[in-house]
Every structure is written in structure tokens, then in C-alpha cells.
């Protein structure tokens, strides 16, 4: 049994009967019902996404997915395509199947990602936990700019727009924390 305090991006859990996946971790509120974790979830069956609000201490049974190790090779449109690294099979996954992750991932990189498999089917993809992208616009820093909680926004060359601390510039090569889409640093590359 899984307990929503264990509930992770790329999780998958039944729910009323349904298999779902998190897509993405919305925030946790507190109140006096207790603690809510809110999420934006995946049907696997059915590809339809909702947030949901789950309560502390709910239990849900977990889902038998299999995991390949792939790599992604090309993107054509909203289709991104894997190659399998055992079997050089051809992987297609969907931009909605991938969710937030399609904004994490380019064919130029060496990342080795895992597709998720619920019953033959492809329906998405575990990421490294910290990938290197580079800024290709962001407003210019100005000297003096420390690395305090103040934020701006930058746009990544996956065309994903992140919250960037006041000192990045264009061009810059940042570490991206692919759970919550936070920065960690600037890449020591």
C-alpha cells in the first residue's frame, strides 16, 4: 500500500478504480482537516488529466508499471521519439503524455530517461533528477544582484519558461531540478 506522503512525480497509484500518474506536485495545504496534497494526475487508461486533492494519510494501491531505459532521439511536432537501449526499438510518446517533462529533455542530450508501461502501453517518462539547460532569454542581470529569493523568468532552449534568480543572464548553462522545475545552480561546464 502506498500513503500520499510517499506520492512522487512518475507515481502510480489506483484511485476509485482508475490508474493514475502524477504529472506534477501542486502543493500541500494545511488547515484544520488535516493536510492536502494537491496534484495534477494522469488517467493511464484513458490520457485525461485532473487535480486531485488527496488527504494525509489516505492509503492507495500501487500499480505494476515496467520501466525501459531509452533515450530520446528526435522530435517531430508533439511526437518525441525514443530509442530503446536494448532492443533499438522506435518509442513514440505523445507532448501531453510527457507533461512538464517535454520542457526538460532535447534529442542533443545524453540523458538516459526511463518510459513507464501500465499493460503494453507507453504512458510516460521518469527523468534524471537534475538536468543542464542553457537560458536563451531572460532579462539582463544587474551588477550587484546576490542570490536572494528575488526571481525573474527565463526561457530555456526547450522553449520552457523557469523562475531563475536575478544574477542568470542569457546564454548561461543552469542546473534544473526536473521534480518541481526549481533552480539549483549555475552548470559547472
Given amino acids: 500500500m502506498l500513503m500520499t506522503n510517499e506520492i512522487r512525480v512518475g507515481t502510480a497509484f489506483m484511485y476509485e478504480g482508475s490508474p493514475l500518474i502524477v504529472q506534477k506536485l501542486l502543493g500541500q495545504k494545511g488547515g484544520r482537516q488535516g493536510m492536502v496534497t494537491n496534484l495534477r494526475v494522469q488517467n493511464i487508461v484513458t490520457g ?8 494525509a494519510g489516505e492509503k492507495f494501491e500501487e500499480v505494476d ?32 503524455y510527457l507533461g512538464d517533462n517535454a520542457g526538460y529533455i532535447s534529442p542533443d542530450d545524453d540523458y538516459e530517461v526511463s518510459v513507464t508501461y501500465y499493460n503494453d502501453k507507453p504512458v510516460g517518462v521518469v527523468l534524471p533528477v537534475n538536468v543542464t539547460r542553457t537560458i536563451t532569454y531572460c532579462e539582463p542581470g544587474v551588477k550587484g544582484d546576490t542570490s536572494g529569493k528575488s526571481t525573474k523568468p527565463a526561457t530555456l532552449d526547450t522553449g520552457m519558461e523557469v523562475k531563475v534568480p536575478l544574477f542568470c543572464n542569457t546564454d548561461d548553462r543552469i542546473v534544473i531540478d526536473t521534480r518541481d522545475g526549481s533552480f539549483v545552480e549555475r552548470a559547472k561546464d
Fill in 48 to 55: 485525461s488529466t485532473m487535480q486531485l486533492g488527496l488527504d
Fill in 65 to 96: 508499471l515496467v520501466k525501459k531505459t531509452v533515450k530520446l532521439s528526435y522530435i517531430d511536432g508533439n511526437e518525441y521519439h525514443f530509442m530503446d537501449q536494448e532492443t533499438y526499438d522506435d518509442i513514440m510518446l505523445d507532448k501531453d
